[in-house]
Protein backbone atom coordinates (compact mmCIF):
# COMPACT_ATOMS: atom_id res chain seq x y z
CA UNK A 1 0.00 0.00 0.00
CA UNK A 2 1.41 3.73 -1.07
CA UNK A 3 1.09 6.37 1.47
CA UNK A 4 -1.54 7.90 -0.91
CA UNK A 5 -3.85 4.91 -0.55
CA UNK A 6 -3.52 5.12 3.33
CA UNK A 7 -4.42 8.29 2.87
CA UNK A 8 -7.37 7.90 1.48
CA UNK A 9 -8.63 5.38 4.26
CA UNK A 10 -7.61 7.51 7.15
CA UNK A 11 -10.69 9.89 7.01
CA UNK A 12 -14.50 9.35 6.28
CA UNK A 13 -14.05 12.87 3.76
CA UNK A 14 -12.91 12.89 0.49
CA UNK A 15 -9.16 14.32 0.20
CA UNK A 16 -8.10 15.45 -3.10
CA UNK A 17 -4.97 14.82 -4.49
CA UNK A 18 -3.58 17.83 -4.75
CA UNK A 19 -4.74 18.29 -0.65
CA UNK A 20 -2.47 14.79 -0.08
CA UNK A 21 0.07 16.01 -2.11
CA UNK A 22 0.67 19.26 -0.47
CA UNK A 23 0.39 17.61 2.81
CA UNK A 24 2.65 15.26 1.69
CA UNK A 25 5.57 17.66 0.11
CA UNK A 26 5.25 19.90 3.82
CA UNK A 27 6.51 16.75 5.57
CA UNK A 28 8.76 15.36 3.38
CA UNK A 29 7.43 12.25 2.35
CA UNK A 30 7.07 10.80 -0.67
CA UNK A 31 3.18 9.26 -1.68
CA UNK A 32 4.71 6.76 -4.20
CA UNK A 33 6.67 4.96 -0.73
CA UNK A 34 5.11 2.18 0.79
CA UNK A 35 3.36 2.97 3.86
CA UNK A 36 4.36 0.43 5.95
CA UNK A 37 7.83 2.26 5.95
CA UNK A 38 6.90 5.57 7.60
CA UNK A 39 7.31 5.82 11.48
CA UNK A 40 4.20 6.15 13.88
CA UNK A 41 5.26 10.06 14.29
CA UNK A 42 4.38 10.67 10.20
CA UNK A 43 1.51 8.53 10.22
CA UNK A 44 0.38 10.49 12.94
CA UNK A 45 1.46 13.81 11.58
CA UNK A 46 -0.28 13.13 8.40
CA UNK A 47 -3.79 12.69 10.07
CA UNK A 48 -3.61 15.44 12.24
CA UNK A 49 -2.93 17.64 9.27
CA UNK A 50 -5.82 15.87 7.41
CA UNK A 51 -7.95 15.97 10.30
CA UNK A 52 -6.88 20.28 9.99
CA UNK A 53 -7.51 20.18 5.84
CA UNK A 54 -10.91 18.94 7.19
CA UNK A 55 -11.80 21.60 8.88
CA UNK A 56 -11.01 24.01 6.62
CA UNK A 57 -14.02 22.10 3.94
CA UNK A 58 -17.43 23.63 4.05
CA UNK A 59 -19.74 22.36 6.99
CA UNK A 60 -22.11 20.40 4.36
CA UNK A 61 -21.87 19.90 0.38
CA UNK A 62 -25.01 18.59 -1.17
CA UNK A 63 -24.33 15.82 -3.48
CA UNK A 64 -24.81 16.51 -7.29
CA UNK A 65 -26.86 14.54 -10.12
CA UNK A 66 -26.05 14.63 -13.41
CA UNK A 67 -28.46 12.49 -15.63
CA UNK A 68 -28.30 12.17 -19.79
CA UNK A 69 -30.65 10.22 -21.53
CA UNK A 70 -31.31 7.00 -19.67
CA UNK A 71 -28.11 7.32 -17.60
CA UNK A 72 -28.03 9.28 -14.23
CA UNK A 73 -25.37 9.80 -11.53
CA UNK A 74 -25.54 10.80 -7.82
CA UNK A 75 -22.18 12.15 -5.57
CA UNK A 76 -22.65 11.21 -2.43
CA UNK A 77 -23.13 14.50 0.47
CA UNK A 78 -21.21 15.45 3.17
CA UNK A 79 -21.87 17.14 6.49
CA UNK A 80 -19.25 17.96 9.19
CA UNK A 81 -20.18 18.32 12.96
CA UNK A 82 -17.37 17.29 14.76
CA UNK A 83 -14.91 20.26 14.01
CA UNK A 84 -13.88 20.98 17.44
CA UNK A 85 -13.34 17.39 18.59
CA UNK A 86 -11.23 16.99 14.90
CA UNK A 87 -9.13 20.44 15.92
CA UNK A 88 -8.75 19.29 19.28
CA UNK A 89 -6.95 15.77 18.07
CA UNK A 90 -4.56 17.69 15.73
CA UNK A 91 -3.25 20.31 18.49
CA UNK A 92 -2.87 16.90 20.77
CA UNK A 93 -0.88 15.30 18.23
CA UNK A 94 1.08 18.18 17.20
CA UNK A 95 1.69 19.14 20.84
CA UNK A 96 2.59 15.34 21.53
CA UNK A 97 5.80 15.64 18.40
CA UNK A 98 6.51 19.48 19.59
CA UNK A 99 5.43 20.01 15.31
CA UNK A 100 5.40 23.72 14.75
CA UNK A 101 1.87 23.38 13.96
CA UNK A 102 1.00 23.32 17.62
CA UNK A 103 -0.39 26.47 18.84
CA UNK A 104 -1.70 26.17 22.43
CA UNK A 105 -3.29 29.62 21.95
CA UNK A 106 -6.00 28.61 19.22
CA UNK A 107 -7.49 26.22 21.78
CA UNK A 108 -9.33 28.88 23.45
CA UNK A 109 -12.44 29.34 22.19
CA UNK A 110 -14.57 33.10 22.34
CA UNK A 111 -18.06 32.13 23.21
CA UNK A 112 -19.37 35.78 23.75
CA UNK A 113 -17.21 37.88 22.18
CA UNK A 114 -19.97 40.95 22.01
CA UNK A 115 -19.94 41.71 25.61
CA UNK A 116 -16.50 43.09 25.49
CA UNK A 117 -17.41 45.78 23.28
CA UNK A 118 -20.26 46.97 24.74
CA UNK A 119 -21.06 50.98 23.65
CA UNK A 120 -21.53 53.59 26.48
Not at 8 to 13: H, I, P, R, S, Y
Amino acid sequence: MTVIDYIEGLVAFEVPQKASDAILFARGIDGEMIASDLTQKQRDLIYADLLMYGITKPSSSGGEKKAHGGFSHTTKSETFTYRDDWFKAAMAIYKKYGDPKYDPGSLVKITNASSRWKRR
